[in-house]
Protein backbone atom coordinates (compact mmCIF):
# COMPACT_ATOMS: atom_id res chain seq x y z
CA UNK A 1 0.00 0.00 0.00
CA UNK A 2 2.46 2.43 0.50
CA UNK A 3 3.73 2.33 -3.15
CA UNK A 4 0.31 3.77 -3.88
CA UNK A 5 0.52 6.40 -0.97
CA UNK A 6 3.69 7.52 -2.46
CA UNK A 7 2.16 7.90 -5.98
CA UNK A 8 -1.05 9.91 -4.71
CA UNK A 9 1.22 12.00 -2.79
CA UNK A 10 3.33 13.44 -5.87
CA UNK A 11 -0.14 13.56 -7.96
CA UNK A 12 -1.55 15.83 -5.23
CA UNK A 13 2.17 17.54 -5.09
CA UNK A 14 1.80 18.04 -8.46
CA UNK A 15 -2.17 19.82 -8.48
CA UNK A 16 -0.41 22.21 -5.48
CA UNK A 17 2.29 22.64 -8.37
CA UNK A 18 -0.46 24.11 -10.65
CA UNK A 19 -1.41 26.81 -8.41
CA UNK A 20 2.44 27.74 -7.43
CA UNK A 21 3.22 28.09 -10.47
CA UNK A 22 0.34 30.33 -11.89
CA UNK A 23 -0.73 27.99 -14.10
CA UNK A 24 -4.18 28.03 -11.90
CA UNK A 25 -5.40 31.17 -9.44
CA UNK A 26 -4.41 31.06 -6.04
CA UNK A 27 -7.92 31.69 -4.50
CA UNK A 28 -6.81 32.64 -1.12
CA UNK A 29 -9.59 32.83 1.36
CA UNK A 30 -9.71 32.63 5.44
CA UNK A 31 -11.10 30.08 7.57
CA UNK A 32 -13.24 30.34 10.68
CA UNK A 33 -9.73 30.27 12.82
CA UNK A 34 -8.29 33.03 10.47
CA UNK A 35 -5.50 29.97 8.74
CA UNK A 36 -5.67 30.56 4.89
CA UNK A 37 -6.69 28.03 2.70
CA UNK A 38 -6.10 28.23 -1.05
CA UNK A 39 -7.26 26.63 -4.09
CA UNK A 40 -3.67 24.56 -3.65
CA UNK A 41 -5.00 23.07 -0.87
CA UNK A 42 -8.16 21.88 -2.02
CA UNK A 43 -6.83 20.79 -5.32
CA UNK A 44 -4.17 18.53 -3.12
CA UNK A 45 -7.57 17.28 -1.23
CA UNK A 46 -9.82 16.47 -3.77
CA UNK A 47 -6.74 13.90 -5.55
CA UNK A 48 -6.18 12.56 -2.06
CA UNK A 49 -9.56 11.85 -0.78
CA UNK A 50 -10.54 10.53 -4.53
CA UNK A 51 -7.43 7.87 -4.72
CA UNK A 52 -7.55 6.89 -1.26
CA UNK A 53 -11.60 5.68 -1.22
CA UNK A 54 -11.20 4.34 -4.88
CA UNK A 55 -7.88 2.07 -2.86
CA UNK A 56 -9.03 1.46 0.22
CA UNK A 57 -12.96 2.38 0.41
CA UNK A 58 -13.25 0.95 3.85
CA UNK A 59 -10.98 3.32 5.82
CA UNK A 60 -12.32 6.45 7.05
CA UNK A 61 -10.45 9.63 6.43
CA UNK A 62 -9.96 12.76 8.52
CA UNK A 63 -8.53 15.75 6.81
CA UNK A 64 -7.40 19.57 7.69
CA UNK A 65 -10.00 20.39 4.61
CA UNK A 66 -12.75 17.67 5.68
CA UNK A 67 -13.47 17.26 9.50
CA UNK A 68 -15.80 14.75 9.94
CA UNK A 69 -18.18 15.36 12.89
CA UNK A 70 -17.07 13.43 16.65
CA UNK A 71 -20.39 11.54 16.58
CA UNK A 72 -19.08 10.30 12.84
CA UNK A 73 -15.35 9.22 14.46
CA UNK A 74 -15.38 8.97 17.47
CA UNK A 75 -14.97 4.94 17.52
CA UNK A 76 -12.26 5.10 14.23
CA UNK A 77 -9.76 2.63 15.51
CA UNK A 78 -7.96 2.82 12.00
CA UNK A 79 -8.34 5.74 9.42
CA UNK A 80 -6.14 8.15 7.12
CA UNK A 81 -4.92 11.27 8.74
CA UNK A 82 -4.04 14.04 6.10
CA UNK A 83 -2.93 17.62 5.72
CA UNK A 84 -3.31 17.83 1.68
CA UNK A 85 -0.96 20.86 1.92
CA UNK A 86 1.45 21.69 5.81
CA UNK A 87 2.93 24.95 5.41
CA UNK A 88 0.19 26.88 3.89
CA UNK A 89 1.59 30.16 5.03
CA UNK A 90 5.39 29.14 3.61
CA UNK A 91 2.88 28.40 0.28
CA UNK A 92 2.19 32.07 0.49
CA UNK A 93 5.59 33.03 1.42
CA UNK A 94 7.17 31.01 -2.04
CA UNK A 95 10.05 29.57 0.31
CA UNK A 96 9.07 25.59 -0.85
CA UNK A 97 8.60 24.59 2.87
CA UNK A 98 5.23 23.34 2.21
CA UNK A 99 4.39 19.29 2.06
CA UNK A 100 1.64 16.76 1.78
CA UNK A 101 0.92 15.13 4.70
CA UNK A 102 -0.72 11.26 4.47
CA UNK A 103 -0.55 8.74 7.53
CA UNK A 104 -2.38 5.91 8.24
CA UNK A 105 -3.04 5.42 12.43
CA UNK A 106 -4.09 2.34 13.58
CA UNK A 107 -5.10 2.68 17.27
CA UNK A 108 -4.02 5.89 17.96
CA UNK A 109 -0.42 5.59 16.56
CA UNK A 110 0.59 6.32 13.07
CA UNK A 111 2.14 3.46 11.65
CA UNK A 112 2.38 4.47 7.96
CA UNK A 113 3.31 8.01 6.51
CA UNK A 114 4.62 9.95 3.75
CA UNK A 115 5.80 13.52 3.67
CA UNK A 116 6.29 15.02 0.09
CA UNK A 117 8.00 18.33 -0.59
CA UNK A 118 6.43 19.18 -3.89
CA UNK A 119 9.02 21.95 -5.01
CA UNK A 120 12.01 19.73 -4.46
CA UNK A 121 10.57 16.35 -5.21
CA UNK A 122 11.92 14.82 -2.05
CA UNK A 123 9.87 12.42 -0.09
CA UNK A 124 9.98 10.52 2.77
CA UNK A 125 8.22 7.26 4.01
CA UNK A 126 7.57 5.18 6.80
CA UNK A 127 5.84 1.66 6.61
CA UNK A 128 6.79 -1.41 8.58
CA UNK A 129 9.11 -0.10 10.91
CA UNK A 130 11.41 1.34 8.23
CA UNK A 131 11.94 5.16 7.35
CA UNK A 132 13.19 6.21 3.89
CA UNK A 133 13.90 9.19 1.71
CA UNK A 134 13.28 9.34 -1.87
CA UNK A 135 15.43 12.18 -3.69
CA UNK A 136 14.91 14.13 -6.79
CA UNK A 137 16.59 11.35 -8.97
CA UNK A 138 14.84 8.59 -7.49
CA UNK A 139 17.44 7.07 -5.26
CA UNK A 140 16.20 5.49 -2.21
CA UNK A 141 18.06 5.32 1.25
CA UNK A 142 17.02 4.40 4.50
CA UNK A 143 17.12 6.88 7.18
CA UNK A 144 17.73 6.94 10.38
CA UNK A 145 18.48 9.48 13.40
CA UNK A 146 21.97 10.35 14.37
CA UNK A 147 23.56 11.58 17.72
CA UNK A 148 25.54 15.60 17.35
CA UNK A 149 27.52 17.81 19.48
CA UNK A 150 26.36 20.50 19.80
CA UNK A 151 23.06 19.27 18.73
CA UNK A 152 21.17 21.03 15.77
CA UNK A 153 18.10 22.16 17.23
CA UNK A 154 14.89 22.72 14.50
CA UNK A 155 12.13 25.30 15.24
CA UNK A 156 9.15 26.46 13.49
CA UNK A 157 9.35 29.31 10.81
CA UNK A 158 6.27 30.48 11.98
CA UNK A 159 5.93 29.68 15.71
CA UNK A 160 9.52 30.28 16.42
CA UNK A 161 8.81 33.19 18.90
CA UNK A 162 7.18 31.66 21.01
CA UNK A 163 7.79 32.72 25.07
CA UNK A 164 8.28 28.87 26.53
CA UNK A 165 10.77 27.50 22.99
CA UNK A 166 13.15 30.81 23.80
CA UNK A 167 13.24 29.74 27.64
CA UNK A 168 13.48 26.10 26.65
CA UNK A 169 16.43 26.70 24.18
CA UNK A 170 17.93 29.34 27.10
CA UNK A 171 17.94 26.16 29.23
CA UNK A 172 19.27 23.85 26.80
CA UNK A 173 22.54 24.50 26.67
CA UNK A 174 25.27 24.58 23.75
CA UNK A 175 23.56 24.25 20.89
CA UNK A 176 23.05 25.38 17.36
CA UNK A 177 19.11 26.37 15.63
CA UNK A 178 17.64 26.25 12.48
CA UNK A 179 14.04 27.54 11.21
CA UNK A 180 11.96 25.63 8.95
CA UNK A 181 8.18 25.23 8.36
CA UNK A 182 5.75 22.16 7.94
CA UNK A 183 6.71 18.79 8.35
CA UNK A 184 9.92 18.79 7.31
CA UNK A 185 11.06 19.50 10.77
CA UNK A 186 10.26 15.93 12.11
CA UNK A 187 12.29 14.66 8.87
CA UNK A 188 15.17 16.73 9.34
CA UNK A 189 15.23 14.74 12.47
CA UNK A 190 14.39 11.56 11.00
CA UNK A 191 17.26 11.97 8.17
CA UNK A 192 20.08 12.77 11.34
CA UNK A 193 20.04 16.37 9.87
CA UNK A 194 18.47 17.53 13.50
CA UNK A 195 19.12 16.30 16.56
CA UNK A 196 15.48 17.91 18.22
CA UNK A 197 12.89 19.68 17.45
CA UNK A 198 11.21 20.79 20.39
CA UNK A 199 7.12 22.25 19.81
CA UNK A 200 5.48 24.34 22.32
CA UNK A 201 2.79 26.64 19.79
CA UNK A 202 -0.49 24.74 18.57
CA UNK A 203 -0.37 22.22 16.22
CA UNK A 204 -3.14 20.39 15.02
CA UNK A 205 -3.40 16.09 14.77
CA UNK A 206 -3.03 16.26 10.42
CA UNK A 207 0.02 18.70 10.87
CA UNK A 208 1.93 15.96 12.68
CA UNK A 209 0.73 12.80 11.93
CA UNK A 210 2.92 11.87 8.78
CA UNK A 211 5.75 13.36 10.13
CA UNK A 212 5.77 11.41 13.41
CA UNK A 213 5.15 8.39 11.40
CA UNK A 214 8.44 9.16 9.62
CA UNK A 215 10.29 10.40 13.02
CA UNK A 216 9.36 7.19 14.77
CA UNK A 217 10.63 4.33 12.26
CA UNK A 218 14.03 6.45 11.86
CA UNK A 219 14.80 5.84 15.72
CA UNK A 220 13.26 8.88 17.06
CA UNK A 221 11.05 10.04 20.11
CA UNK A 222 7.72 11.78 19.34
CA UNK A 223 6.31 12.35 23.24
CA UNK A 224 4.54 15.32 24.95
CA UNK A 225 6.52 17.25 27.90
CA UNK A 226 5.41 14.80 29.94
CA UNK A 227 6.92 11.75 28.37
CA UNK A 228 3.79 10.20 26.81
CA UNK A 229 4.15 9.34 22.68
CA UNK A 230 1.44 11.87 20.95
CA UNK A 231 -1.80 9.75 20.21
CA UNK A 232 -4.04 10.31 17.67
CA UNK A 233 -6.90 8.09 19.33
CA UNK A 234 -9.84 10.05 17.75
CA UNK A 235 -10.93 13.16 20.57
CA UNK A 236 -13.40 15.99 19.92
CA UNK A 237 -10.35 18.58 19.89
CA UNK A 238 -8.26 18.19 16.81
CA UNK A 239 -5.22 20.04 19.03
CA UNK A 240 -1.79 18.15 19.94
CA UNK A 241 -0.42 19.19 23.41
CA UNK A 242 3.16 20.40 23.11
CA UNK A 243 5.43 17.69 21.99
CA UNK A 244 9.46 16.82 21.68
CA UNK A 245 10.87 15.05 18.81
CA UNK A 246 14.43 13.75 19.86
CA UNK A 247 16.91 10.84 19.61
CA UNK A 248 16.24 10.18 23.59
Not at 69 to 94: A, N
Not at 130 to 157: C, F, M, N, T, Y
Amino acid sequence: MIEHIITLSRDAGAAIMQVYNGEKPLELNQKQDDSPVTAADLAAHRVITARLQALAPDIPLLSEEDSPDWSVRQHWRRFWLVDPLDGTKEFLRRNGEFTVNIALIEDGKPVMGVVYVPLTDRLYAAADGKAWRIDEHGERQAIEVKEARPPLVVVSRSHGNNAELQDYLAHLGEHQTITIGSSLKFCLVAEGTAQLYPRFGPTSVWDTAAGHAVAMAAGAQVNDWQGRALDYTPRESFLNPGFRVSLF
